[in-house]
């Protein structure tokens, strides 16, 4: 029993010296891996969103309106713009 004990200890110590130093990479890969996945589904979704907004940019011409409207504060000849967000110097 002793010396199956002595060739265990031997065969894991021998295994260490091999693998350990790659098991050690491999667990880095597989960390990296996993924040690169996390990182592409947010990418995924953020590209998702432009093309939902590219394609209503393309073919809603009220929205690309509005848009303009609250962006720049346009206004048609006639038309008063009456902002309803507090001014900068009003919110200090």
């Known amino acids: ?26 667990g880095r890969l597989s960390v990296l891996q996993r924040r690169l996945d996390r990182r592409l589904a947010v990418l995924s979704a953020e590209h998702e969103r432009l093309t939902q907004e590219q394609a209503r940019l393309q073919s809603d011409p009220t929205y690309v ?12 000849p006639g038309e008063y713009v009456v902002p309803l967000e507090p001014s900068r110097k009003q919110a200090r």
């Open 1 to 26: 029993m002793a010396q199956r004990t002595h060739w265990l200890v031997a065969g894991g110590l021998a295994a260490a010296l091999l693998f350990g130093p790659d098991l050690y990479y491999y």
């Open 65 to 76: 309106e509005g848009l303009i409207r609250s962006t720049f504060k346009w206004a048609r």
